[in-house]
C-alpha cells in the first residue's frame, strides 16, 4: 500500500513537499512515479525515480520547479514543489513498480506499467 501525505491549500508563488511511503513493503527496488490529475483533465505523469536514485524523468511543465528524491532508509519517495502555479491544482499520486519504468524514455508515463497506487493527496494553489 502507498500513502500519499503533504498535500494542502498553498498561495501562488509557495511552495509544498508531498511525501509517498510505503506500507508492507520496501520501496528500495522499486521505480516510483509521480501523478496528478485536474478536474475535468485525464491523470499525467509528474515526475519518476529509478530505484537506487541514479535517473529521474520530469515532465516539461514542471521542470525546474518539482524535484523528486527518495529515502530509501525512510522508505519514503518525495516531490519537492515550488513556485506553484494554479494550474498545478490536482490530485497527487504516487505509484511504484518494479520494473525500471523511469529507466527508459517515456514508458514512465504508461500508467497501466505500475503495480501499486496510493489514494492520492490534494493541492490546491489560490490566493
Known amino acids: 500500500q502507498l500513502v500519499e501525505s503533504g498535500g494542502g491549500l498553498v498561495q501562488p508563488g509557495g511552495s509544498l513537499r508531498l511525501s509517498c511511503a510505503a506500507s508492507?513493503?520496501?520501496?528500495?527496488?522499486?521505480?516510483i512515479g509521480w501523478f496528478r490529475q485536474a478536474p475535468g483533465k485525464e491523470r499525467e505523469g509528474v515526475s519518476c525515480?529509478?530505484?537506487?536514485?541514479?535517473?529521474?524523468n520530469t515532465a516539461d511543465s514542471v521542470k525546474g520547479r518539482f524535484t523528486i528524491s527518495r529515502d530509501d532508509a525512510q522508505n519514503r519517495v518525495y516531490l519537492e514543489m515550488s513556485s506553484l502555479k494554479p494550474e498545478d491544482t490536482a490530485t497527487y499520486y504516487c505509484?511504484?513498480?518494479?520494473?525500471?519504468?523511469?529507466?527508459?524514455?517515456?514508458?514512465?508515463?504508461?500508467?497501466?506499467?505500475?503495480?501499486?497506487w496510493g489514494q492520492g493527496t490534494q493541492v490546491t494553489v489560490s490566493s
Open positions: 505509484a511504484a513498480d518494479l520494473a525500471p519504468l523511469c529507466s527508459v524514455g517515456s514508458v514512465w508515463l504508461m500508467q497501466d506499467e505500475y503495480d501499486y
Open positions: 508492507g513493503f520496501s520501496l528500495d527496488h522499486y521505480a
Open positions: 525515480v529509478n530505484s537506487g536514485g541514479g535517473l529521474k
